[in-house]
C-alpha cells in the first residue's frame, strides 16, 4: 500500500522561505510523477510543482521564479522550496504521486501540511 507522508509546513512571514518534503513508501512504479498540489480555502486544488521520473517538471504559473521542486528517485522523496512567499500561498499542501497501472492513472495523497503566511 502506498503511503505519502509530509513534512515541513508551518508559519511564514511574507518574503520568507519554507522548504516541504514527502516521503513515499509502498510499491509502485519506478516511472511516475511526485509533486505538490495545494489547496486554499473556498477555492479548488491546484498545481504547484510536478517532477517526472524523467526529469520533465511543471509548475503553477502563480509559482513560477519562486518554488523549486527536486527529488530523490532513490529515497523517493519529494521536496519543495518555497521562497518569497506571498500571504496568497496560504493554503494547504498535499503531496502527489501519479503513475500508470494497465493503461490506467492512478494518484495517491498525503494527509496534506498547512502553511500560512503573514503579510
Known amino acids: 500500500q502506498v503511503e505519502l507522508v509530509e513534512s515541513g509546513g508551518g508559519l511564514a512571514q511574507a518574503g520568507g522561505s519554507l522548504t516541504l518534503s514527502c516521503l513515499a513508501s509502498?510499491?509502485?512504479?519506478?516511472?511516475?510523477?511526485m509533486g505538490w498540489y495545494r489547496q486554499a480555502p473556498g477555492k479548488q486544488r491546484e498545481l504547484v510543482a510536478a517532477?517526472?521520473?524523467?526529469?520533465?517538471?511543471d509548475y503553477g504559473p502563480s509559482v513560477k521564479g519562486r518554488f523549486f521542486v527536486s527529488r530523490d528517485k532513490a529515497k523517493n522523496t519529494v521536496t519543495l522550496q518555497m521562497y518569497s512567499l506571498k500571504p496568497e500561498d496560504t493554503a494547504v499542501y498535499y503531496c502527489?504521486?501519479?503513475?500508470?497501472?494497465?493503461?490506467?492513472?492512478?494518484?495517491?495523497w498525503g494527509k496534506g501540511t498547512l502553511v500560512t503566511v503573514s503579510s
Open positions: 517532477l517526472a521520473s524523467g526529469g520533465m517538471t
Open positions: 502527489n504521486l501519479f503513475f500508470v497501472v494497465n493503461d490506467r492513472g492512478v494518484d495517491y
Open positions: 509502498g510499491g509502485f512504479d519506478s516511472i511516475n510523477t
